[in-house]
């Protein structure tokens, strides 16, 4: 079974750069052929696509985000990585990864992480 972990800081300040990682157990990202993406849930609002990696390394990114928002992978720690730069208060969110496979149904996601933006 495919299980996804979300880790990095809870608080950044304005300006600065926001960085999560996914760690992937129970599946190879590079032989499962499935997307790996991250989704982020504002306060009191719907869910947000902000981009995702493919099992090829090749990324996608929500148009909105696309200037500040950058997706890696380290395929030795089966691992996947949001990087956020440029941050408001607006980017205080609980984020997830998750991964979907090429019918776009949903085959795992983690638990969230709450991250606050603030002085």
């Known amino acids: 079974q495919v299980q996804l972990q979300e880790s990095g800081p809870g608080l950044v300040k304005p300006s600065q750069t926001l960085s999560l990682t996914c760690t992937v157990s129970g599946g190879s990202i590079t032989t499962i052929y499935w997307y790996w993406s991250w989704i982020r849930q504002p306060p009191g609002k719907g869910l947000e696509w902000m981009g995702l990696?493919?099992?090829?390394?090749?990324?996608y990114y929500s148009p909105s985000l696309k200037s500040q928002t950058s997706i890696s992978r380290d395929t030795s720690k089966n691992q996947f990585s949001l990087q956020l730069s440029s941050v408001t208060p607006e980017d205080t969110a609980v984020y997830y990864c998750?991964?979907?496979?090429?019918?776009?149904?949903?085959?795992?996601w983690g638990q969230g992480t709450q991250v606050t933006v603030s002085s």
């Open positions: 998750v991964t979907w496979d090429s019918w776009a149904t949903v085959r795992s």
């Open positions: 990696i493919g099992y090829d390394g090749s990324t």
